[in-house]
């Protein structure tokens, strides 16, 4: 089984920057697609970027298409999300999930792992 770890949250002005990380112990975090959520209070859980296994193939949400970049880096076991022109309005919980299948897809409930969540707050 595999549990993902987040880190790298944190509270930023807008307009900085953070990068994310999601780390996870076993190998075969390496061959599975990996997703980046996100939950602010009172609001559903919400896709925000994928990565497939090889790292090749990127899916991102219209909202952070253009300010967030996912990447991963398999000899750490590990995917980023770094995040720039950060806005009070990418305030919230995030949160990583993995899944053996195919990337790509966007809805919380077709991932089988998850991490616990890293807090990220951007004041105005």
């Known amino acids: 089984q595999v549990q993902p770890v987040e880190s790298g949250g944190g509270l930023v002005q807008a307009g900085g920057s953070l990068r994310l990380s999601c780390a996870a112990s076993?190998?075969?975090?390496?061959?599975?697609?990996v997703a980046w959520f996100r939950q602010a209070p009172g609001n559903e859980r919400e896709f925000v970027a994928a990565?497939?296994?090889?790292?090749?193939?990127?899916y991102y949400a219209d909202s952070v298409k253009g300010r967030f970049t996912i990447s991963r880096d398999k000899g750490k076991n590990t995917v980023y999300l770094q995040m720039n022109s950060l806005k009070p309005e990418d305030t919230a919980l995030y949160y990583c999930?993995?899944?053996?299948?195919?990337?790509?897809?966007?809805?919380?409930?077709?991932?089988?792992?998850w991490g616990q969540g890293t807090q990220v707050t951007v004041s105005s």
């Open positions: 990565v497939d296994w090889s790292g090749v193939t990127k």
């Open positions: 999930a993995a899944d053996p299948r195919a990337a790509g897809r966007r809805a919380p409930d077709e991932y089988d792992y």
């Open positions: 076993r190998r075969t975090f390496s061959t599975y697609a």
